[in-house]
């Protein structure tokens, strides 16, 4: 007489981000999935917080089971400023999001994979020199620069708590004095000279006035 032997084994599936299949295992009754079995559920833009039954997901399988993989959406802010010397909110503005900025600003809670626009605008007597996005110099000289917010760009924070962004990305414009430029240096082309007007000093170019701070008369 011949005996035939079943060896009973069930299917674990394991489901990720919307269901996505993430893979599946055929595990002996009665055994514990080993660390090979089990998929890494990692996503672009998604903290991984684990599976749904962390306690059945490291016990023994006795019947056709799926495990479903935990997401958490990742989020960066957006430091912006301009280069990091005195005044230098004087020579221009950063604009982001419908907002210009001349000083020190963090837009908040940004979701991973969006791209934030910036535009350089250099002041009066000013030019735009260059970006620096992380302490590293940019290899453009355009005034309009794509930042990219994801888990690449950003610098990591390590432990976020409930409200804290996942990370931060850190843009500043750097500008310098345009001499062709600067309506307050009469000597910046021949169409521009300086004269006394009611004990003021007036600024005069192309025919029309400006005192020295560049403001139009």
């Known amino acids: 007489?011949?005996?035939?032997?079943?060896i009973l084994a069930w299917t674990v599936t394991f489901l990720g981000l919307d269901y996505k299949l993430l893979g599946t295992a055929e595990v002996v009754d009665g055994s514990v999935l080993t660390q090979e079995q089990i998929p890494d559920p990692k996503e672009d833009c998604y903290k991984t917080l684990g599976w749904d039954d962390p306690t059945g997901?490291?016990?023994?399988?006795?019947?056709?089971?799926?495990?479903?993989?935990?997401?958490?959406?990742?989020?960066?802010?957006?430091?912006?400023?301009?280069?990091h010397e005195p005044e230098y909110y004087l020579y221009g503005d950063i604009e982001a999001q419908g907002m210009s900025f001349n000083?020190?600003?963090?837009?908040?809670?940004?979701?991973?994979?969006?791209?934030?626009?910036?535009?350089?605008?250099p002041h009066n007597g000013y030019k735009f020199v260059k970006w620096v996005l992380n302490d590293e110099e940019q290899a453009t000289t355009l005034s309009t620069l794509e930042v990219p917010m994801n888990e690449t760009t950003a610098q990591s924070n390590p432990d976020p708590q409930a409200d804290d962004d996942d990370g931060n990305v850190a843009i500043y414009a750097v500008f310098e004095v345009d001499p062709a430029t600067d309506i307050t240096n009469a000597n910046a082309d021949i169409n521009a000279y300086k004269r006394i007007e009611n004990n003021h000093v007036v600024i005069i170019r192309n025919n029309e006035k400006y005192d020295v701070t560049g403001k139009k008369l």
């Open 1 to 6: 007489m011949k005996t035939i032997l079943f």
């Open 57 to 83: 997901i490291a016990t023994a399988i006795t019947q056709d089971t799926t495990f479903y993989a935990l997401y958490r959406p990742l989020r960066y802010s957006l430091s912006i400023d301009t280069e």
């Open 103 to 121: 000083e020190s600003y963090v837009i908040e809670h940004i979701p991973c994979g969006e791209t934030v626009t910036v535009y350089a605008k």
